[in-house]
């Protein structure tokens, strides 16, 4: 009987013939063949065969280390993704080592971007050799991070680019790690920059912006807002700086201002023509049964301005329902929209992705059940949706009317046509890049490059 080496749900992998020492796989045994994150992928005539040649970035979140390959084609197949997806693949053979084994496998290769591992390990490569034990991880050795980045010393590319600081709040999620790792790989310098760790120095001659330490801040080309909305005063104050110093801010202050007010930024949509739910605002308690005959009677939508994130948010089924949440919140001072409720849309709507005028992906986000608002925070779902030329008509206006080069504009479909719900200057990258399988990150790098006239060397 033939030995069977057991290994974990994870595992450290070697590609020697691809000059890639690590690579963290995940193993999957629901998965037929095996892939790998590959980009700039080329084909080419090699002694009358199908060869391709690509660039691989085998370090999650990291941009800088890149490695260059080749190999023999043997097949082209159409893999369906864990998204559902159909994508025609080039499939190559490599030998790949395994603690002390070694043995040819075969590879597709994709982009990867979106996953969280750069490698998977399908059952085509185990049958005979493996078997997986799903509980446990890293069962044929770990490898401390020093030693993997070590590994690839003489792959990693010197800073050519341009200089951009990324000004948000927490550098470990999804939409920021994946903005630093595209930036790298197309070769600039970026640097995360904490908001609540700046601190300004205004003066006449020489303005400053200091980071932790009293480092200030300089030479930056561009930088990219990525605001909470409790954090917009303070932010843009920041990125007011930074544009009177020169930087080019991927959204201005301004623009993001203007569409962090719920009220101020509807009134924006509708001078430039957007076609938006009926709604209501009102301030004194006398006026709460005629701001609910305004928007067409229950059930209605109940939000307060500072709301964010769905969270804010109240369906009223009844008019009684209506008054009591109305009068409530006008209780407490706090500022709210009434809107009405757009029953035919069942709890989707559509997240349209706005950069430089131009709708690059779209997607629909569906409700949990129970729940009426279609919000992935909330548990909500997400799937690939195409969006009709109105509705990216309407996104693209949306976006201009609160002057921002990068939005997040979601639609909701009614009865008389695609109404806009909201316009969001800092739009997350993690629900539409896994339901479209594009490069979101990318496509933002290469829309500072072209506004800050920089020719990449990167394709």
């Known amino acids: 009987m033939v030995s069977k080496t057991v290994i974990g749900s994870e595992e450290w992998i070697s590609l020697n013939e691809l ?3 690590f690579i963290k796989a995940r193993v999957d ?52 993704s864990s998204s559902g997806d159909r994508e025609q693949r080039y499939v190559v053979r490599t030998s790949m080592s395994l603690k002390d084994q070694r043995w040819d496998i075969e590879l597709t290769l994709t982009n990867r971007d979106s996953m969280g591992y750069r490698m998977l390990l ?10 997986v034990d799903p ?17 690839y010393k003489q792959f990693k590319k010197p800073n050519e680019g341009l200089r951009i600081g990324l000004l948000a709040s927490n550098q470990n999620l999804y939409s920021n790690r994946r903005i630093i790792e595209a930036a790298e790989q197309r070769g600039h310098e970026i640097e995360f920059y904490n908001i609540r760790q700046c601190f300004m120095k205004l003066d006449a001659t020489t303005p400053q912006i200091h980071y932790r330490g009293g480092k200030a801040i300089e030479a930056l080309d561009a930088v990219i807002p990525r605001i909470r909305p409790s954090q917009t005063f303070y932010a843009c104050a920041l990125l007011r700086l930074f544009e009177s110093m020169g930087v080019f801010c991927f959204n201005t202050s301004e623009s993001i201002i203007q569409s962090r007010d719920k009220l101020f930024s509807l009134q924006l949509l509708l001078r430039q023509g957007v076609q938006i739910p009926t ?3 009102a301030s004194s308690p ?21 709301g964010t994130q769905g969270k804010g948010v109240v369906l ?97 479909r009614s009865a008389s046509g695609p109404l806009v719900l909201e316009v969001n200057s800092s ?23 072209k506004r800050c006239n920089y020719v990449s060397k990167t394709k």
């Open 286 to 306: 006398l006026d709460t049964n005629d701001l609910i005959e305004m928007v067409g009677g229950s059930p209605l939508i109940v939000k307060l301005l500072e």
């Open 316 to 412: 009223a089924e009844t008019k009684k329902a209506a008054e009591s949440v109305i009068n409530a919140f006008k209780s407490l001072n706090a500022n709210i929209l009434v809107q009405e409720f757009i029953k035919e849309a069942n709890g989707k709507d559509l997240r349209c992705f706005v950069i430089d005028g131009k709708v690059v992906a779209s997607m629909q986000r569906s409700a949990p059940p129970g729940e009426f608002r279609a919000n992935v925070h909330l548990g909500g779902t997400t799937a690939l949706i195409k969006a009709t030329p109105e509705e990216r008509k309407l996104a693209i206006k949306a976006t201009k009317a609160m002057g921002l080069h990068v939005a997040g504009v979601d639609i909701i």
């Open 279 to 281: 709604t209501g605002f």
């Open 135 to 151: 509980a446990v991880s890293f069962l044929t050795g770990e490898v401390d991070q020093k030693s993997v980045v070590e590994s």
């Open 19 to 21: 000059n890639i020492p």
């Open 122 to 131: 399908g059952r085509e490569a185990m049958r005979g050799k493996i078997i």
């Open 427 to 449: 739009p997350g990258l993690e629900g539409i890049e896994a339901a479209t399988q594009k490069d979101i990150a990318q496509m933002m790098i290469k829309s500072i490059e």
């Open 29 to 80: 045994s629901g998965a037929k063949t095996s892939s790998m994150h590959a980009v700039n992928i080329q084909s080419f005539q090699k002694d009358n065969e199908l060869w391709v040649k690509f660039d691989v970035f085998p370090l999650q979140n990291d941009g800088k280390r890149k490695v260059s390959c080749e190999a023999l084609v043997i097949d082209k197949r159409v893999v369906k």
